[in-house]
Protein backbone atom coordinates (compact mmCIF):
# COMPACT_ATOMS: atom_id res chain seq x y z
CA UNK A 1 0.00 0.00 0.00
CA UNK A 2 2.63 2.57 1.00
CA UNK A 3 4.13 1.49 -2.25
CA UNK A 4 1.07 2.79 -4.18
CA UNK A 5 0.69 5.93 -2.31
CA UNK A 6 4.75 6.92 -2.89
CA UNK A 7 3.65 6.43 -6.53
CA UNK A 8 0.78 9.03 -6.10
CA UNK A 9 3.17 11.22 -4.01
CA UNK A 10 6.04 11.69 -7.71
CA UNK A 11 2.42 13.15 -9.49
CA UNK A 12 1.36 16.15 -7.77
CA UNK A 13 4.67 17.94 -7.38
CA UNK A 14 3.11 20.25 -9.32
CA UNK A 15 0.27 20.54 -6.48
CA UNK A 16 -0.36 23.04 -3.95
CA UNK A 17 -0.05 21.24 -1.13
CA UNK A 18 2.34 22.17 1.55
CA UNK A 19 4.26 19.11 2.58
CA UNK A 20 3.42 18.87 5.94
CA UNK A 21 -0.11 18.97 4.99
CA UNK A 22 0.23 16.52 1.97
CA UNK A 23 2.13 14.29 4.75
CA UNK A 24 -0.62 14.09 6.40
CA UNK A 25 -3.01 13.06 4.12
CA UNK A 26 -0.61 10.48 3.20
CA UNK A 27 -0.25 8.96 6.33
CA UNK A 28 -4.37 8.81 6.62
CA UNK A 29 -4.38 7.36 3.57
CA UNK A 30 -1.85 4.88 4.47
CA UNK A 31 -3.56 3.86 7.77
CA UNK A 32 -7.21 3.58 6.79
CA UNK A 33 -8.84 0.03 6.36
CA UNK A 34 -10.72 0.57 3.17
CA UNK A 35 -10.28 -1.06 -0.25
CA UNK A 36 -7.22 -0.21 -1.82
CA UNK A 37 -8.99 0.45 -4.85
CA UNK A 38 -11.43 3.19 -3.01
CA UNK A 39 -7.95 4.79 -1.90
CA UNK A 40 -6.78 5.49 -5.20
CA UNK A 41 -9.60 6.47 -6.59
CA UNK A 42 -9.93 9.53 -3.33
CA UNK A 43 -5.91 10.01 -4.22
CA UNK A 44 -6.51 10.39 -7.63
CA UNK A 45 -9.48 13.30 -7.17
CA UNK A 46 -7.81 15.17 -4.05
CA UNK A 47 -4.73 15.11 -6.40
CA UNK A 48 -6.14 16.14 -9.51
CA UNK A 49 -8.57 19.44 -7.57
CA UNK A 50 -7.58 23.11 -6.91
CA UNK A 51 -9.41 22.06 -4.14
CA UNK A 52 -11.37 19.23 -1.69
CA UNK A 53 -14.63 20.69 -2.36
CA UNK A 54 -13.66 20.10 -6.09
CA UNK A 55 -13.92 15.99 -5.51
CA UNK A 56 -16.40 14.30 -8.03
CA UNK A 57 -19.61 13.17 -6.77
CA UNK A 58 -19.67 10.34 -4.58
CA UNK A 59 -22.11 7.65 -4.19
CA UNK A 60 -23.57 6.64 -0.81
CA UNK A 61 -21.29 4.15 -0.14
CA UNK A 62 -17.85 5.94 -1.36
CA UNK A 63 -19.20 9.11 1.07
CA UNK A 64 -19.17 6.74 3.92
CA UNK A 65 -15.34 5.21 3.09
CA UNK A 66 -14.79 9.02 2.83
CA UNK A 67 -15.46 9.46 6.30
CA UNK A 68 -13.44 6.40 7.50
CA UNK A 69 -9.77 8.57 5.97
CA UNK A 70 -9.15 10.39 9.24
CA UNK A 71 -8.19 13.31 6.86
CA UNK A 72 -10.27 16.16 8.84
CA UNK A 73 -10.71 18.30 5.24
CA UNK A 74 -12.11 15.34 3.34
CA UNK A 75 -14.16 14.12 6.22
CA UNK A 76 -15.72 17.66 6.35
CA UNK A 77 -16.87 17.47 2.41
CA UNK A 78 -18.09 13.88 2.97
CA UNK A 79 -20.01 15.03 6.51
CA UNK A 80 -21.79 17.65 4.16
CA UNK A 81 -22.91 15.34 1.40
CA UNK A 82 -24.03 13.08 4.30
CA UNK A 83 -26.12 15.83 5.47
CA UNK A 84 -27.64 16.30 1.73
CA UNK A 85 -28.16 12.74 1.19
CA UNK A 86 -29.82 12.84 5.02
CA UNK A 87 -31.89 15.34 3.81
CA UNK A 88 -33.35 13.96 0.38
CA UNK A 89 -33.79 10.66 2.21
CA UNK A 90 -35.92 12.76 4.66
CA UNK A 91 -39.31 12.38 2.83
CA UNK A 92 -38.50 8.92 1.92
CA UNK A 93 -37.10 7.47 5.09
CA UNK A 94 -40.20 6.90 7.38
CA UNK A 95 -39.43 4.11 9.74
CA UNK A 96 -41.92 1.52 10.36
CA UNK A 97 -42.70 -1.67 11.39
CA UNK A 98 -41.15 -3.34 8.43
CA UNK A 99 -38.45 -1.60 8.48
CA UNK A 100 -34.87 -3.09 9.24
CA UNK A 101 -32.23 -1.30 10.98
CA UNK A 102 -28.14 -1.27 10.98
CA UNK A 103 -25.62 1.10 12.35
CA UNK A 104 -23.01 2.28 10.85
CA UNK A 105 -20.34 4.27 12.76
CA UNK A 106 -20.06 5.62 16.07
CA UNK A 107 -23.04 7.29 17.87
CA UNK A 108 -24.02 8.49 21.18
CA UNK A 109 -25.82 5.68 22.30
CA UNK A 110 -24.15 2.14 22.17
CA UNK A 111 -24.88 -0.14 19.23
CA UNK A 112 -26.93 -2.75 21.67
CA UNK A 113 -29.33 -0.20 23.10
CA UNK A 114 -30.25 0.82 19.33
CA UNK A 115 -30.79 -2.68 18.81
CA UNK A 116 -32.74 -3.67 22.62
CA UNK A 117 -34.90 -0.26 21.06
CA UNK A 118 -35.41 -1.42 17.92
CA UNK A 119 -37.03 -4.92 19.05
CA UNK A 120 -38.87 -2.92 21.60
CA UNK A 121 -40.74 -1.15 18.92
CA UNK A 122 -41.07 -3.92 16.34
CA UNK A 123 -37.99 -2.63 14.01
CA UNK A 124 -35.80 -5.28 12.81
CA UNK A 125 -31.96 -5.19 13.45
CA UNK A 126 -29.11 -6.02 11.40
CA UNK A 127 -25.32 -6.19 11.86
CA UNK A 128 -24.25 -6.65 8.61
CA UNK A 129 -25.40 -5.09 5.70
CA UNK A 130 -27.70 -6.52 3.01
CA UNK A 131 -30.40 -5.67 0.57
CA UNK A 132 -32.77 -5.81 3.27
CA UNK A 133 -31.59 -2.91 5.39
CA UNK A 134 -33.87 -0.28 5.06
CA UNK A 135 -32.26 2.39 6.65
CA UNK A 136 -28.57 3.49 8.07
CA UNK A 137 -27.87 5.25 11.16
CA UNK A 138 -25.24 6.97 10.43
CA UNK A 139 -22.49 7.57 12.87
CA UNK A 140 -18.58 8.63 12.62
CA UNK A 141 -15.92 6.51 10.64
CA UNK A 142 -18.53 3.82 9.79
CA UNK A 143 -15.85 1.18 9.43
CA UNK A 144 -18.79 -1.47 8.73
CA UNK A 145 -19.03 -0.02 4.97
CA UNK A 146 -15.24 -1.85 4.35
CA UNK A 147 -17.67 -5.31 4.50
CA UNK A 148 -20.09 -3.93 2.59
CA UNK A 149 -19.78 -5.55 -1.19
CA UNK A 150 -21.68 -3.60 -3.99
CA UNK A 151 -23.57 -0.25 -3.65
CA UNK A 152 -26.02 0.78 -1.13
CA UNK A 153 -29.43 1.48 -1.36
CA UNK A 154 -30.50 1.91 2.53
CA UNK A 155 -31.72 5.26 3.49
CA UNK A 156 -29.73 7.51 5.81
CA UNK A 157 -30.86 8.64 8.37
CA UNK A 158 -29.80 10.51 11.73
CA UNK A 159 -29.53 9.02 15.29
CA UNK A 160 -32.12 11.70 16.37
CA UNK A 161 -34.57 10.49 13.72
CA UNK A 162 -34.29 6.86 15.02
CA UNK A 163 -35.03 8.07 18.61
CA UNK A 164 -37.84 10.59 17.31
CA UNK A 165 -39.39 7.33 15.63
CA UNK A 166 -38.73 5.48 19.07
CA UNK A 167 -40.51 8.43 21.28
CA UNK A 168 -43.63 8.23 19.36
CA UNK A 169 -43.81 4.60 19.44
CA UNK A 170 -42.27 4.12 23.65
CA UNK A 171 -42.55 7.45 24.79
CA UNK A 172 -40.61 8.17 28.38
CA UNK A 173 -42.83 9.83 31.03
CA UNK A 174 -41.36 13.33 30.08
CA UNK A 175 -42.89 13.19 26.91
CA UNK A 176 -46.02 11.76 28.43
CA UNK A 177 -46.04 14.68 30.20
CA UNK A 178 -45.56 17.33 27.75
CA UNK A 179 -48.14 15.99 25.58
CA UNK A 180 -50.60 15.58 28.44
CA UNK A 181 -50.05 18.50 30.75
CA UNK A 182 -51.75 21.66 29.45
CA UNK A 183 -48.90 24.19 31.25
CA UNK A 184 -45.65 22.39 31.16
CA UNK A 185 -46.00 20.28 34.33
CA UNK A 186 -42.82 18.13 35.15
CA UNK A 187 -41.05 20.01 31.68
CA UNK A 188 -41.23 23.16 33.24
CA UNK A 189 -40.14 22.33 36.11
CA UNK A 190 -36.97 20.29 34.50
CA UNK A 191 -35.78 23.32 32.88
CA UNK A 192 -34.89 25.26 36.16
CA UNK A 193 -33.76 22.34 37.26
CA UNK A 194 -30.88 22.54 34.34
CA UNK A 195 -30.56 25.85 34.56
CA UNK A 196 -29.79 26.21 38.72
CA UNK A 197 -26.19 27.39 39.09
CA UNK A 198 -25.93 24.13 41.67
CA UNK A 199 -23.65 21.88 39.43
CA UNK A 200 -25.56 18.85 40.85
CA UNK A 201 -29.22 20.18 40.33
CA UNK A 202 -28.40 19.92 36.79
CA UNK A 203 -26.50 16.75 36.53
CA UNK A 204 -29.60 15.64 38.34
CA UNK A 205 -32.22 16.98 35.54
CA UNK A 206 -29.76 15.27 32.92
CA UNK A 207 -30.08 12.34 34.39
CA UNK A 208 -34.47 12.62 34.75
CA UNK A 209 -33.99 13.34 30.59
CA UNK A 210 -32.32 10.21 29.91
CA UNK A 211 -34.43 8.14 31.72
CA UNK A 212 -37.76 10.44 30.55
CA UNK A 213 -37.33 11.00 27.57
CA UNK A 214 -36.13 14.40 25.77
CA UNK A 215 -39.22 16.62 24.98
CA UNK A 216 -38.78 18.65 21.69
CA UNK A 217 -39.42 22.06 24.08
CA UNK A 218 -36.54 21.94 25.86
CA UNK A 219 -33.98 21.34 22.72
CA UNK A 220 -33.58 24.94 22.14
CA UNK A 221 -32.81 24.97 26.08
CA UNK A 222 -30.33 22.24 25.82
CA UNK A 223 -28.85 23.51 23.15
CA UNK A 224 -28.18 27.06 24.80
CA UNK A 225 -26.55 25.07 28.00
CA UNK A 226 -24.82 23.03 26.16
CA UNK A 227 -22.77 26.19 24.20
CA UNK A 228 -22.86 28.52 27.33
CA UNK A 229 -22.49 26.68 30.43
CA UNK A 230 -19.27 26.73 32.38
CA UNK A 231 -18.85 23.36 33.40
CA UNK A 232 -16.97 20.99 30.82
CA UNK A 233 -18.53 17.97 32.11
CA UNK A 234 -21.54 19.37 31.92
CA UNK A 235 -21.48 20.52 28.29
CA UNK A 236 -20.38 17.53 27.21
CA UNK A 237 -23.33 15.53 28.79
CA UNK A 238 -25.62 17.84 27.03
CA UNK A 239 -24.06 17.31 23.88
CA UNK A 240 -24.65 13.51 24.47
CA UNK A 241 -28.06 14.30 24.54
CA UNK A 242 -28.92 16.24 22.09
CA UNK A 243 -26.73 14.27 19.17
CA UNK A 244 -29.55 11.84 19.68
CA UNK A 245 -32.49 13.80 19.88
CA UNK A 246 -31.12 17.13 18.21
CA UNK A 247 -33.12 17.62 14.73
CA UNK A 248 -31.07 17.34 12.05
CA UNK A 249 -30.45 21.55 11.23
CA UNK A 250 -29.27 21.04 14.62
CA UNK A 251 -26.32 18.19 13.88
CA UNK A 252 -23.71 20.55 12.50
CA UNK A 253 -23.69 23.12 15.91
CA UNK A 254 -24.09 20.55 18.32
CA UNK A 255 -21.23 18.62 17.13
CA UNK A 256 -18.78 21.96 16.76
CA UNK A 257 -16.63 22.42 19.37
CA UNK A 258 -17.36 26.36 19.48
CA UNK A 259 -18.93 27.74 22.50
CA UNK A 260 -19.78 30.60 24.62
CA UNK A 261 -19.01 29.93 28.28
CA UNK A 262 -19.85 32.29 30.56
CA UNK A 263 -21.56 34.74 27.59
CA UNK A 264 -23.05 36.86 30.45
CA UNK A 265 -19.14 38.20 30.73
CA UNK A 266 -19.21 39.24 27.38
CA UNK A 267 -19.88 42.27 25.44
CA UNK A 268 -22.22 42.80 22.69
CA UNK A 269 -19.86 43.02 19.63
CA UNK A 270 -17.74 40.00 21.21
CA UNK A 271 -20.89 37.84 21.15
CA UNK A 272 -21.89 39.46 17.64
CA UNK A 273 -18.35 38.70 16.39
CA UNK A 274 -18.35 35.34 17.57
CA UNK A 275 -21.68 34.02 15.80
CA UNK A 276 -20.48 35.91 12.57
CA UNK A 277 -17.94 33.50 12.86
CA UNK A 278 -19.90 30.23 13.35
CA UNK A 279 -23.38 31.27 11.42
CA UNK A 280 -21.40 28.54 8.19
CA UNK A 281 -21.21 26.35 10.50
CA UNK A 282 -24.51 26.42 12.76
CA UNK A 283 -26.40 27.58 10.00
CA UNK A 284 -28.42 31.05 10.31
CA UNK A 285 -31.59 29.40 11.33
CA UNK A 286 -29.77 27.73 14.58
CA UNK A 287 -27.69 31.54 15.03
CA UNK A 288 -30.76 33.15 15.47
CA UNK A 289 -32.33 31.02 17.72
CA UNK A 290 -29.14 31.21 19.88
CA UNK A 291 -29.16 34.89 19.78
CA UNK A 292 -33.03 35.16 21.28
CA UNK A 293 -32.27 32.58 23.25
CA UNK A 294 -29.06 34.31 24.75
CA UNK A 295 -31.32 37.62 25.25
CA UNK A 296 -34.10 36.01 27.12
CA UNK A 297 -31.37 34.92 29.69
CA UNK A 298 -28.99 37.17 29.73
CA UNK A 299 -29.86 40.69 27.76
CA UNK A 300 -27.22 40.43 25.23
CA UNK A 301 -27.15 39.26 21.70
CA UNK A 302 -29.70 40.23 19.08
CA UNK A 303 -27.69 42.21 17.05
CA UNK A 304 -26.31 39.16 15.37
CA UNK A 305 -30.01 38.77 14.31
CA UNK A 306 -30.72 42.33 13.31
CA UNK A 307 -27.70 42.22 10.85
CA UNK A 308 -28.17 39.02 9.38
CA UNK A 309 -32.19 38.53 9.45
CA UNK A 310 -34.01 39.99 6.42
CA UNK A 311 -36.94 42.50 6.88
CA UNK A 312 -40.04 40.06 7.67
CA UNK A 313 -38.52 37.15 8.56
CA UNK A 314 -39.36 35.08 11.23
CA UNK A 315 -36.73 34.98 13.41
CA UNK A 316 -36.39 38.60 13.35
CA UNK A 317 -40.55 39.32 14.00
CA UNK A 318 -39.41 36.72 17.16
CA UNK A 319 -36.65 39.20 18.10
CA UNK A 320 -38.41 42.53 18.23
CA UNK A 321 -40.59 40.59 19.60
CA UNK A 322 -38.70 40.66 22.78
CA UNK A 323 -37.84 44.55 22.87
CA UNK A 324 -41.23 45.99 21.97
CA UNK A 325 -43.69 46.30 25.07
CA UNK A 326 -46.93 48.67 26.00
CA UNK A 327 -46.30 50.44 22.30
CA UNK A 328 -42.52 50.96 23.38
CA UNK A 329 -39.61 49.73 20.91
CA UNK A 330 -36.45 49.80 22.52
CA UNK A 331 -33.93 50.32 19.43
CA UNK A 332 -30.80 50.53 22.41
CA UNK A 333 -31.68 47.06 23.85
CA UNK A 334 -32.16 45.09 20.29
CA UNK A 335 -28.41 46.28 19.18
CA UNK A 336 -26.56 45.42 22.59
CA UNK A 337 -25.79 49.24 23.69
CA UNK A 338 -25.35 50.50 27.00
CA UNK A 339 -28.49 52.78 28.96
CA UNK A 340 -27.03 55.56 30.43
CA UNK A 341 -30.31 56.90 31.53
CA UNK A 342 -29.69 58.68 34.72
CA UNK A 343 -25.97 58.17 34.95
CA UNK A 344 -23.13 61.12 35.20
CA UNK A 345 -22.34 62.56 32.15
CA UNK A 346 -18.38 62.19 33.35
CA UNK A 347 -18.88 58.50 33.62
CA UNK A 348 -20.52 58.06 30.05
CA UNK A 349 -18.28 56.27 27.36
CA UNK A 350 -19.16 58.31 24.24
CA UNK A 351 -16.68 57.38 21.80
CA UNK A 352 -17.61 57.72 17.93
CA UNK A 353 -19.01 54.99 16.31
CA UNK A 354 -21.31 55.16 13.24
CA UNK A 355 -24.12 52.59 13.50
CA UNK A 356 -25.16 51.50 10.07
CA UNK A 357 -28.01 49.53 10.93
CA UNK A 358 -31.09 50.37 9.32
CA UNK A 359 -34.39 51.27 11.18
CA UNK A 360 -36.98 48.60 12.27
CA UNK A 361 -39.81 50.26 10.27
CA UNK A 362 -41.01 46.67 9.26
CA UNK A 363 -42.44 46.09 12.94
CA UNK A 364 -44.82 48.70 11.53
CA UNK A 365 -46.92 46.28 9.21
CA UNK A 366 -48.04 44.57 12.43
CA UNK A 367 -47.15 47.20 15.60
CA UNK A 368 -48.27 50.51 16.36
CA UNK A 369 -44.92 51.94 17.82
CA UNK A 370 -45.81 55.36 20.38
CA UNK A 371 -42.68 55.65 21.70
CA UNK A 372 -39.08 54.36 20.49
CA UNK A 373 -36.04 54.21 22.19
CA UNK A 374 -32.59 55.48 19.91
CA UNK A 375 -30.85 56.48 22.91
CA UNK A 376 -26.89 55.49 22.78
CA UNK A 377 -27.24 53.52 19.48
CA UNK A 378 -23.72 55.18 17.90
CA UNK A 379 -25.92 57.60 15.53
CA UNK A 380 -24.36 60.24 12.99
CA UNK A 381 -27.47 60.60 11.09
CA UNK A 382 -30.74 59.93 11.79
CA UNK A 383 -32.39 57.95 9.15
CA UNK A 384 -34.96 59.37 7.14
CA UNK A 385 -37.08 56.10 7.82
CA UNK A 386 -37.72 57.86 10.97
CA UNK A 387 -40.61 59.36 9.05
CA UNK A 388 -42.54 55.87 9.00
CA UNK A 389 -42.79 56.33 12.79
CA UNK A 390 -46.07 58.12 12.37
CA UNK A 391 -47.82 57.32 15.22
CA UNK A 392 -44.95 58.30 17.53
CA UNK A 393 -45.63 59.98 20.99
CA UNK A 394 -41.88 59.82 22.41
CA UNK A 395 -38.67 60.07 20.68
CA UNK A 396 -35.11 59.46 22.42
CA UNK A 397 -32.38 59.84 20.68
CA UNK A 398 -30.06 61.11 23.54
CA UNK A 399 -26.54 60.17 24.15
CA UNK A 400 -25.28 60.26 20.07
CA UNK A 401 -23.35 62.22 17.62
CA UNK A 402 -26.48 64.11 16.34
CA UNK A 403 -26.12 67.41 14.57
CA UNK A 404 -29.28 67.78 12.60
CA UNK A 405 -31.93 66.10 11.75
CA UNK A 406 -33.97 64.99 8.58
CA UNK A 407 -36.88 66.76 7.00
CA UNK A 408 -38.50 63.31 7.32
CA UNK A 409 -39.15 64.40 11.03
CA UNK A 410 -41.61 66.37 9.89
CA UNK A 411 -44.24 63.84 9.56
CA UNK A 412 -44.47 63.13 13.07
CA UNK A 413 -47.38 65.16 13.57
CA UNK A 414 -48.06 63.27 16.76
CA UNK A 415 -44.54 64.06 18.55
CA UNK A 416 -45.26 65.18 22.13
CA UNK A 417 -41.50 64.58 23.19
CA UNK A 418 -38.34 64.48 21.49
CA UNK A 419 -35.01 63.75 24.09
CA UNK A 420 -31.68 65.05 22.15
CA UNK A 421 -29.53 65.88 24.88
CA UNK A 422 -25.90 64.43 24.87
CA UNK A 423 -25.64 65.03 21.04
CA UNK A 424 -23.15 67.39 18.90
CA UNK A 425 -26.16 69.79 18.07
CA UNK A 426 -24.57 73.69 17.79
CA UNK A 427 -27.53 75.51 16.47
CA UNK A 428 -31.62 74.42 17.25
CA UNK A 429 -32.87 72.13 14.73
CA UNK A 430 -35.63 74.07 13.10
CA UNK A 431 -37.63 71.70 11.43
CA UNK A 432 -39.03 70.78 15.04
CA UNK A 433 -40.92 74.37 14.31
CA UNK A 434 -43.34 71.48 12.02
CA UNK A 435 -44.27 69.59 15.37
CA UNK A 436 -47.35 71.43 16.90
CA UNK A 437 -48.10 68.97 19.37
CA UNK A 438 -44.65 69.08 20.93
CA UNK A 439 -44.41 69.51 24.71
CA UNK A 440 -41.19 69.00 25.57
CA UNK A 441 -37.95 69.40 23.72
CA UNK A 442 -34.26 68.35 25.75
CA UNK A 443 -31.73 69.91 24.48
CA UNK A 444 -29.29 69.41 27.27
CA UNK A 445 -25.43 68.83 27.54
CA UNK A 446 -25.36 69.39 23.22
CA UNK A 447 -22.46 71.43 23.74
CA UNK A 448 -20.54 69.38 26.70
CA UNK A 449 -20.10 66.82 24.38
CA UNK A 450 -18.85 68.66 20.89
CA UNK A 451 -15.37 69.79 19.99
CA UNK A 452 -14.03 71.82 21.49
CA UNK A 453 -15.96 71.22 24.47
CA UNK A 454 -18.16 74.19 26.14
CA UNK A 455 -20.24 74.79 28.78
CA UNK A 456 -22.59 77.25 27.02
CA UNK A 457 -26.33 76.24 26.37
CA UNK A 458 -27.26 75.97 23.04
CA UNK A 459 -29.41 79.54 22.57
CA UNK A 460 -33.08 79.24 21.68
CA UNK A 461 -34.19 81.68 18.90
CA UNK A 462 -37.08 83.66 19.54
CA UNK A 463 -39.20 82.03 16.70
CA UNK A 464 -38.96 78.94 18.10
CA UNK A 465 -40.67 79.97 21.17
CA UNK A 466 -43.17 81.44 19.29
CA UNK A 467 -43.72 78.91 16.93
CA UNK A 468 -43.74 76.31 19.85
CA UNK A 469 -45.52 78.69 23.12
CA UNK A 470 -46.52 75.63 25.00
CA UNK A 471 -42.72 73.61 24.55
CA UNK A 472 -41.32 73.51 27.51
CA UNK A 473 -37.41 73.62 25.85
CA UNK A 474 -34.47 72.01 28.27
CA UNK A 475 -30.93 73.45 27.23
Keep these: ?33 IHLDSKKWFLNQVMNCDTINQI ?24 NRIKVFIENDLQKAKIDKGSVVMVMGNTTQKKTEIRDKSKEVGLKYSTTYSNKVTHIIVGTTPKEVVKVVGEINALF ?52 LKSGGVPKSIIPDLFYWQKT ?9 IKKLLQANAPNNLYGAVNDLTGLPNPQKLKEFAINSKLKKVDKKWGKEVCFEF ?16 EKCKFGEEWRKKALELVFEDGKLNWTA ?3 YKNYKNANPDEIIHFGGNNTIKLPIDILEYETVYKLQLHNTKMKILKREIGKFTDLVELDCSVNHLSELPKAIEKLQSLERIDLSMNAF ?4 MEL ?43
Design 1 to 33: MTKDIIDYELMIKNHDYTNSDFSKMLKAFDKSV
Design 334 to 336: ALG
Design 56 to 79: ATTTKKQTLEGLVIAYKPLQNLMQ
Design 157 to 208: ITESQFTDYYNTQNPGFLITDETESEEGGMVDNLKQLLGSADEENVVIGLEI
Design 291 to 306: SIELFKRIQKGLRYTF
Design 426 to 429: QSFP
Design 229 to 237: HSVTKVRTQ
Design 433 to 475: LQLKKLKMIDLRMNSYFTYPKSETPLAIPEEVKDALPNCEILI
